[in-house]
């Protein structure tokens, strides 16, 4: 069995010289170390990591892993997750190796938010979907189980055993 985490990154600022040079505010920040410890109460540990190379996801990668007190370095940077659809960040999930057993996704609505929703396979618990199901803001995590290959990974192939809002 494998777990599959999917994240938003936090709270950013409204503004920057670009779109991926928008950084944390002070909330995201909190937001983003709170989710990491609530990660750490469901004892997730993951061996590897693909995070959005735009600054406010790598920052939520940070906090999250400081948050959750791991002291791994596993994050994958992968610019193309800044643009991805649904279909691109499932090929990227695909191509994760079979030893890893627990693997955290941090990127960008409104992908993240479709993908949390289209890989459930709606065996988990109703109150946990229908949390997930009413909203994806910033710091919203979404935790599955998933028994097959990576490779194989596909929409509504996962069973969908937790969902948080990080709020520091």
Not at 152 to 160: F, G, I, Q, R, Y
Request: hydrophobic residues 40%; negative net charge; without cysteine.
């Amino acid at each position: 069995m494998r777990t599959l985490v999917i994240m938003r990154h936090a709270k950013a600022e409204a503004s920057a010289p670009s779109d991926i040079e928008r950084r944390l505010t002070e909330r995201g920040h909190a937001d983003a170390e709170e989710a990491g410890a609530w990660l750490a109460q469901q004892r997730i540990s993951p061996e590897d990591a693909l995070v959005s190379g735009a600054a406010r996801t790598t920052q939520t990668w940070e906090d999250v892993a400081s948050g959750a007190g791991w002291e791994l370095e596993v994050a994958q940077y992968v610019d193309a997750l800044y643009t991805a659809g649904t279909d691109a960040t499932l090929d990227l999930i695909r191509e994760t190796d079979d030893g890893v057993t627990t693997l955290v996704v941090i990127g960008h609505n409104p992908t993240i938010g479709l993908l949390a929703q289209a890989l459930d396979d709606g065996d988990g618990d109703d109150d946990v979907a229908n949390a997930m199901v009413a909203g994806f803001p910033t710091s919203a995590v979404a935790v599955y189980s998933y028994d097959g290959d990576w490779a194989d990974v596909e929409e509504a192939s996962a069973t969908l055993t937790g969902f948080h809002v990080g709020r520091g």
